[in-house]
């Protein structure tokens, strides 16, 4: 099993800052590509930024500029940060991460892959 936690959401001013930190933990073997997407009231899920393992990184054309995402590889950990922040950014916040996972089970130890989804963390940005 793994499991992400989500930290650094909370309420802001518009312009203002805020750093998401998402720390993954369990029976990892490695991970691929970590990410984050979000999900506003009345709108669908969309992507944010997502980082690969070897630091090669995309963005939302609407977050471009403003938004930078950076992992930690040691630390199992991804970031973003999010610098001048404006209403359409409140959202749910949401950290996801592609595996590789290493299992006990009573034919011995296996590895596979699967995508792992924090609980979200709230960010809201007054006007």
């Known amino acids: 099993q793994v499991h992400l936690v989500e930290s650094g959401g909370g309420l802001v001013q518009a312009g203002g800052s805020l750093r998401l930190s998402c720390a993954a933990s369990?029976?990892?073997?490695?991970?691929?590509?970590m990410g984050w997407y979000r999900q506003a009231p009345g709108k669908q899920r969309e992507l944010v930024a997502v980082?690969?393992?070897?630091?090669?990184?995309n963005y939302a054309d609407s977050v471009k500029g403003r938004f930078t995402i950076s992992r930690d590889n040691a630390k199992n950990t991804v970031y973003l940060q999010m610098n001048s922040l404006k209403p359409e950014d409140t959202a749910v916040y949401y950290c996801?991460?592609?595996?590789?996972?290493?299992?006990?089970?009573?034919?011995?130890?296996?590895?596979?892959?699967?995508?792992?989804w924090g609980q979200g963390t709230q960010v809201t940005v007054s006007s």
């Open positions: 369990g029976s990892i073997f490695s991970i691929n590509d």
């Open positions: 980082i690969d393992s070897g630091g090669s990184t």
């Open positions: 996801n991460a592609d595996v590789s996972v290493t299992a006990q089970s009573a034919m011995g130890v296996t590895t596979y892959w699967g995508d792992f």
